[in-house]
């Protein structure tokens, strides 16, 4: 992806805006369902009301959930959305006024925003440190029924009785399909989708849920942001995986759920950067994850408990378990270029990665049908596939696996078809008249790295699954 130098217009915008401020949050429950609505500012030049409506389920209680409680939960939600709106000009100051922040408190935000947004430092050339991101102020007003200025805690929060149930959030692709089989017969799961598309649907469908039995997030983003973005102002990527994390908060305190089991693998440590923190994945790696763990417990609940499902496992060892669930094959789309149409572009870089890394797995036919055309037989691809295999000096800004697992699967397929050919690189993917095909030799011996074997064989232990959930994967695992 290619960067833009944008410091200049970082430092100007930062000069000619002082101030963002969270200035009020609205909670309405109605019929079973729940609506939010966040208010916050631009200097007051500009205005922005990102909202939230979760749809009516039969397991939902939000009335029983005492309004400070809710109050505190939605907050976390208005916090995570706040920095979308913060990076169109960047103001050296935050403004929270729901809620007092404890100094701690304040710590783990102003984590979140830097590193969340590492990507987006990094694509507009904006060099800047974490301490001199923003200064992050909170100036508590009387909202609702709050008495007084108030410093939230669990302490002052009601309780909630929870259940062994799981929610199992959804993103369409292999990875939430591979936790979601794993589950939903050992206990009970509830699928949730921020934002149905057709992959989610029907992946959700594929599984044998109907549409009472899952959860839907309706998130809707402000316009005058998309408007701002098209007029030019700073614009990148965003930690969404955390805004995830407290709506699936918030939706296990109204399900009663005690489990929340997301699907981010161990891959998903890695630097999109080498040598450097700037992670595309950075939300989704086990340093937020533990971060996010302690922060809930510390300030909201210590009994429910959020995970990453697949945190043991490699993207390889998922690749792996997905290829046996055929019945989803038609139906998973891990394109984002795709999404709005339900389809696999072809052209990006997580449709090769997924590509590749189901190879060992599945046939080339298989393949072709799933993708709708032989990737391997696209030369236009090779820029990609040299960022996916550590040729290149950046991994793509995607969420895709390792370096070593892509030249991994390189080698294996090269391999085998020596094996059966005697060929001596990836040509054999294609006819050999096919003059437009992707020239990939075998990775030299000095980078090989560990072969497709020996990355299967792995159980990362760096994890926070309880010992259910880690008997239930080692039993897929290794069957």
């Known amino acids: 992806m290619k960067r833009t130098d944008n410091q200049s217009k970082f430092d100007a915008l ?37 909202t939230l409506e ?28 706040l920095v979308s709106y913060w990076k169109i000009a960047c103001p050296k100051r935050v403004v929270v006024k729901p809620f007092a922040l404890t100094d701690s408190q304040k710590a783990f935000w102003k984590k979140l925003y830097y590193n969340g947004l590492g990507e987006f430092l990094y694509l507009n050339s904006i060099t800047i440190s974490e301490a001199d991101l923003m200064e992050l102020d909170s100036v508590p007003q009387l909202p609702m029924s ?25 993103g369409g692709g292999k990875d939430s399909v591979v936790t979601l089989e794993c589950l939903r017969n050992e206990m009970p799961a509830i699928p ?11 992946c959700v469908k594929t599984a044998g849920y109907k549409e009472n039995e899952f959860i839907v997030i309706n998130r809707t983003l402000d ?10 102002y700073l614009n990148g990527h965003t930690p969404f995986s955390a805004l995830l994390a407290f709506i699936s908060i918030l939706v296990a305190f109204g399900s009663r759920s005690k489990y929340i089991a997301l699907s981010n693998e161990n891959s998903a440590n890695e630097s999109t950067v080498p040598g450097t923190n700037i992670n595309h994945q950075y939300s989704k790696s086990v340093e937020f994850e533990s971060d996010f763990r302690r922060y809930v417990a510390e300030n909201l609940n210590d009994e429910v408990q959020y995970f990453s499902f697949l945190r043991p496992l490699s993207e390889l060892q998922i690749a792996k378990l ?14 984002n270029a795709g999404s709005k149409t339900d389809s696999w572009c072809g052209k990006c870089p997580k449709c090769l990665f997924t590509w590749i890394i189901l190879s060992p797995f599945l046939s080339r036919e298989e393949l072709t049908n799933i993708f709708g055309k032989d990737l391997m037989a696209d030369a236009s691809l090779q820029p990609i596939l040299e960022e996916l295999d550590g040729t290149a000096a950046v991994k793509p800004f995607e969420c895709v696996g390792t370096v070593e697992e892509v030249r991994a699967c390189l080698n294996a397929t090269t391999e085998t078809l020596e094996s059966v050919e005697g ?10 008249n096919d003059a437009k095909r992707l020239s990939v030799a075998k990775v030299p011996e000095s980078a090989e790295g560990p072969t497709v074997d020996e990355i299967l064989s792995r159980f990362n232990t760096n994890h926070f699954l309880p010992p259910q959930f880690e008997q239930i994967l080692k039993s897929r695992l290794y069957v």
Not at 147 to 170: A, D, H, N, Y
Not at 322 to 335: D, G, L, M, N, T
């Open 423 to 432: 060929q001596t690189n990836l040509d054999c993917f294609v006819p050999r």
């Open 223 to 232: 316009p005058t942001m998309l408007k701002l973005n098209a007029e030019g």
């Open 146 to 170: 709050f008495q007084g200025g108030i410093v939230w805690g669990k302490e002052s929060m009601g309780s909630v009785k929870f259940e062994e149930r799981t929610l199992v959030p959804i």
């Open 192 to 202: 949730l989708i921020v934002n149905p598309r057709g992959a989610t649907l029907n």
């Open 54 to 81: 979760i749809p009516s389920r039969p397991f939902f209680d939000w009335d029983n959930i005492p309004e400070r409680q809710l109050e505190a939960l939605v907050f976390q939600i208005g916090m995570t959305e």
């Open 14 to 50: 930062r000069k000619e805006f002082s101030t963002f401020t969270f200035e009020r949050q609205m909670v309405k429950r109605e019929n079973g369902a729940l609506f939010l609505a966040f208010d916050f500012n631009l200097d007051d030049r500009y205005h922005f009301r990102p």
């Open 322 to 335: 997905f290829s046996q669930c055929k019945a989803y094959h038609p139906v998973f789309r891990s394109c």
